[in-house]
């Protein structure tokens, strides 16, 4: 069966019962994959669909605190069906609901509207008008309601709680091998190849171009990275930021893939990052931009070729 995606409360059709757990997920790192394993084996015990709540705005982006954001929503979801969810409700976080509070949240949504009979939540996690609700709250409407509710405990890794927050830590000091071990796999953007301004083939390395509807992007600066495309992988350096040289505002995600010259205009890509060669500068000249952009391709193809050496 595939998984359901309901988007807003509105579309939720008559519930019979579920077991569910409430969070962002961003990134969905080893400590939320901890959470979900659980879901999914207690739904399979009540013989009940595992449904997760996740929100379209996140409740930070909403009261202008916004967070760089680890994943994208596609690639959110696809993560969380691969982990066996049945269902995946996405609440769009918006002024009337930031007015609901967790009392209201638990009676006439978990309970009236989801049927819960089993409640996951991570040990932090707070809901409802301002954030009233946690794991205490939940504990105290189960019982005569009808659900149980049960705590996660937060997972940790060498003595790291594992967050969000500290994954995007680790990407922002390039520290890209402790990321993969909190995210539990290597950090990727994926997103569409678009077409770009072409820059880049008029000083012989033209650029696959990546839309990251991010706003804020976790990673900024120039890195080696790994490219797949249809299943292949090529060696690659990327850049992450707004091209101060060429007067850009907008952040752009461009790599130049070595020894590459194929159309893939509209193909879906997934960018690996390995490792963080240096930070975005502005130079005086095109010219100056075209020498460091040859010392970065020489620079990652000697990282690969090492790499290749160590096995």
């Given amino acids: 069966m595939p998984m359901q995606l309901i988007r807003g409360l509105h579309n939720l059709k008559k519930q019979s019962s579920c077991v569910l757990t409430i969070g962002n997920f961003d990134g969905v790192h080893t400590g939320h994959q901890e959470i979900i394993k659980r879901l999914v084996e207690k739904a399979h015990e009540l013989k009940m669909p595992s449904l997760v709540i996740s929100f379209s705005v996140t409740p930070e982006s909403f009261f202008g605190r916004p967070k760089a954001r680890l994943s994208s929503f596609r690639d959110k979801h696809l993560f969380l069906k691969s982990m066996g969810v049945d269902k995946h409700l996405l609440i769009r976080f918006n002024n009337s609901f930031s007015q609901t509070s967790a009392t209201s949240f638990v009676e006439n949504i978990l309970v009236e509207k989801l049927k819960v009979r089993h409640c996951f939540i991570g040990d932090d996690f707070r809901f409802g008008k301002d954030r009233l609700g946690n794991y205490e709250l939940l504990e105290r409407f189960s019982k005569p309601n009808n659900f149980i509710a049960e705590k996660v405990e937060r997972v940790s890794f060498e003595d790291q709680r594992v967050s969000s927050s500290a994954v ?11 990321a993969e071990k909190l995210l539990g796999r290597p950090f990727a953007i ?21 839309g990251i509807s991010r706003r804020l992007s976790p990673v900024l600066g120039v890195f080696n990275v790994l490219v797949e495309i249809n299943k292949e992988a090529y060696h690659g350096v990327c850049n992450v930021g707004k091209r101060p040289t060429v007067g850009g505002e907008k952040t752009l995600l461009e790599v130049f893939i070595f ?7 509209g193909e879906r890509v997934t960018i690996v990052f390995k490792q963080k060669s240096r930070e975005e500068m502005k130079f005086d000249s095109f010219e100056e931009l075209k020498q460091q952009i040859a010392k970065d391709v020489e620079s990652g193809k000697q990282y690969f070729k090492a790499r290749a050496i160590l096995g």
């Fill in 190 to 210: 994926s997103g569409r190849v678009s077409h770009g301004d072409k820059k880049g083939r008029t000083i012989g390395f033209p650029t696959i171009n990546v």
């Fill in 259 to 265: 020894d590459f010259n194929q159309e893939i205009y």
């Fill in 168 to 178: 995007r830590q680790c990407l922002a000091s390039g520290n890209f091998s402790m």
